[in-house]
């Protein structure tokens, strides 16, 4: 196997922590001026090495898997993070977007209710605005949960944590494509054919779940086409769940380095330490810690707490 756990975290935390200082910036400003390194201030006016939600909600998933797979402590943890700064950089929320806080609230409400098996439900409330790219964000650590599972099996865990935040099956299914391709990083020795598996796997599962032709419209670039040979100019990279899948699995296959994939999905401007961090979760897999820039590992807030997080998830999952 090639990445594990820590490099995993590492990736997330590093292409989120190269995003925030540019997010909501226009790819037109992006060209102009490219990120090209782990810079501080810009738009969250947060020093260099400042990691946002995405990293913390990733953090606090992790966490919980090493407790022991509960719906119920993550949960927890995601209401920990929002009322009490609970895994932040710098014990302070400066980005929380508006559906996920919708969701957390929500999901206050649940855990302080009488029936906390509410959670496994909250996949049948589904609207059209459930999908941003909040869960995708945040869902890399539960690869080591679904791995070896059968495609339906994991697709069922998958959406079930999705919806904690976002509850559409076109965001479970972002997810499912996410994870699965990560499973296959750990299998191939090469990135494009653990692609061409995942097309090959998501097919498979979509016949077996019977997934509806009107949902099967939104994964084309990615499924049944190659999204390898989209051209650069129509890749979108704004906080729609298509979009940043898209953006950043064009980013990782179209480039042949940790710091080549990140930087090419920053770039793309607009939500760019959402789609930075997609990006690096899945270039920290295959790359491993070796190859990501040092100066910007050590750059990292709390660097020693992502580590020694990984170590527990990688004892937890490889014993």
């Not at 070896?148 to 479970?172: M, P, V, Y």
């Not at 191939?188 to 016949?207: F, G, H, M, P, V």
């Not at 990501?292 to 660097?303: C, F, G, Q, T, Y």
Request: hydrophobic fraction near 40%.
């Amino acid at each position: 196997m090639k990445g594990n756990a820590i490099d995993l975290l590492l990736g997330v935390a590093i292409g989120d922590a190269l995003g925030v200082p540019y997010e909501f910036l226009s790819r037109e400003e992006m060209v102009a001026r490219p990120a090209k390194g782990m810079v501080g201030y810009g738009t969250h006016h947060q020093p260099a090495g400042t990691w946002s939600d995405d990293s913390s909600l990733t953090f606090c998933l992790a966490e919980s898997l090493h407790a022991g797979y509960s719906l119920n402590t993550t949960a927890a943890n995601f209401i920990k993070w929002r009322n009490y700064a609970y895994w932040t950089a710098r014990n302070e929320i400066f980005d929380i977007g508006v559906t996920t806080n919708r969701a957390i609230t929500r999901l206050a409400k649940i855990l302080n209710g009488e029936d906390p098996a509410e959670l496994r439900l909250l996949k049948y409330e589904a609207e059209e605005f459930d999908n941003g790219n909040g869960s995708l964000m945040r869902i890399l650590p539960l690869l080591f949960e679904v791995k070896d599972k059968g495609l339906k099996e994991q697709f069922e865990i998958i959406w079930e944590n999705s919806a904690l935040t976002h509850r559409h099956i076109r965001a479970a299914m972002s997810c499912m494509i996410y994870l699965n391709l990560a499973e296959n990083l750990l299998i191939e020795q090469d990135k494009n054919s653990a692609y061409q598996k995942t097309r090959c796997d998501i097919n498979q599962l979509w016949e077996e779940m019977n997934f509806s032709d009107a949902e099967k419209t939104h994964f084309a670039r990615i499924v049944q086409n190659d999204i390898r040979e989209a051209k650069k100019e129509t890749i979108l990279s704004g906080g729609y769940v298509i979009e940043s899948l898209e953006a950043s699995l064009w980013s990782f296959l179209n480039t042949e380095s940790f710091e080549s994939a990140v930087l090419t999905a920053i770039n793309f401007g607009h939500d760019t330490d959402t789609n930075g961090a997609i990006t690096g979760g899945l270039a920290g897999l295959y790359y491993g810690r070796k190859e990501m820039p040092e100066v910007w590992i050590v750059s990292l807030a709390r660097m020693e707490n992502i580590i020694e997080l990984g170590e527990k998830l990688e004892k937890k999952y490889r014993s």
